[in-house]
């Protein structure tokens, strides 16, 4: 989540070696399309065939998507056919949320009040360890950001670096923020590591639509469905999900989806608790602020509609 870029994969759906020809779901052929991600690490995707997108393995993720599969928000996130090999590599085979869509405009919005997981900053204080890459990330967004220690070590401990980046951005002020996204016609915007004020996400947004508010309008609706069932979810009540995104697609036709994405860092709390994703967080409650953003985040798209 640390590369915050954009690039488009052309790939055609062709046979992928280790991918099994016959699936668990019953699967409509597609043609192929380019793919494009929003966000993430090279390599960590490929194109399946029948409208799959291949995810390199993550057993916690595994563990989710089996969850959700059998949970209400299985309508709001990748169907899950399994673990495929490709290459010298596992993946987790998933749906291509884009094949339905043309030359569609993608947006990647991570949520939450905070990106790290507690057990990180547990593992960060236990094992304190300067380190230079975070510091030149720290210093190549903002300069006067080190401490006089940090800037004489050259190097910043991973927890301050941690919490120090949240802050930048409106994660601490409205629960999610824009990590990058793509029009229709090829402009990509990564640029968002300092987007923080609400007035600034509402300018990013309407540059995302273009105006359009029978857009906003499908987003909008999408996600107050979304919120109903979050707040009813077995799943999401037992879970602390941190660092995932919401996955915006919209194209010319108008035609829009949003999905749940990445869980990669979601862990299953201990038996003796839930959460209700819009306390703040106290370092030991494992709230991660997700209903938060999403209660900001529909307020700000429904302010974007006209009054009428």
């Known amino acids: 989540a640390d590369l915050k870029r ?36 090279a390599g960590s995707f490929h194109v399946g065939e029948y409208g799959t997108l291949l995810k390199r393995f993550c057993e916690g993720e595994q563990q989710c998507y089996l969850r959700l599969m059998e949970d209400s928000l299985r309508p709001f ?52 360890q300067p380190r230079h890459d975070m510091y030149e990330k720290m210093v ?9 220690q940090e800037r004489a070590q050259q190097a910043v401990l991973k927890t301050r670096y941690m919490q120090w980046r949240e802050t930048l951005s409106s994660t ?10 793509r029009k229709s016609n090829g402009e990509c915007h990564t640029n968002f590591k300092r987007t923080k004020s609400r007035e600034q996400v ?29 707040e009813e979810s077995e799943f999401f009540r037992t879970h602390e999900v941190v ?36 306390t703040p967080w106290a370092e030991g409650n494992r709230e991660d602020g997700y209903l938060w953003g999403l209660d900001n985040l529909i307020n700000i798209l429904a302010n974007m509609l006209p009054l009428t």
């Not at 056919?81 to 030359?103: I, T, W």
């Not at 190549?140 to 006089?148: C, F, S």
């Open 6 to 41: 954009l690039f488009i994969n052309r790939s055609s759906a062709g046979v992928c070696p280790g991918v099994p020809t016959s699936y668990p779901f019953p699967m409509t052929p597609k043609k192929p399309q380019q793919w494009l991600q929003v966000v993430g690490h």
């Open 140 to 148: 190549a967004v903002d300069p006067d950001a080190p401490t006089v």
């Open 172 to 181: 601490t002020t409205l629960g999610f923020r824009i990590e990058g996204f």
């Open 243 to 278: 660092g995932s995104s919401l996955l915006f697609v919209h194209d010319y036709t108008g035609k829009t989806g949003v999905w749940m994405i990445d869980f990669g860092k979601t862990v299953t709390l201990p038996l003796h608790l839930t959460l209700d994703h819009r």
């Open 202 to 230: 509402v300018e990013a947004f309407y540059d995302f639509v273009e105006s359009n508010t029978h857009i906003v309008w499908g987003y909008l609706t999408r996600l107050k469905q979304l919120r109903q069932v979050l």
């Open 77 to 128: 996130v990748p169907g899950y056919y399994g673990v495929v090999q490709h290459g010298e590599h596992d993946y987790n085979m998933m749906d291509n949320l884009l094949m339905n869509f043309n030359a569609p405009a993608i947006m990647d919005c991570k949520m939450g009040s905070r990106t790290y997981l507690e057990e990180e900053l547990l593992l960060a204080r236990e094992r304190p």
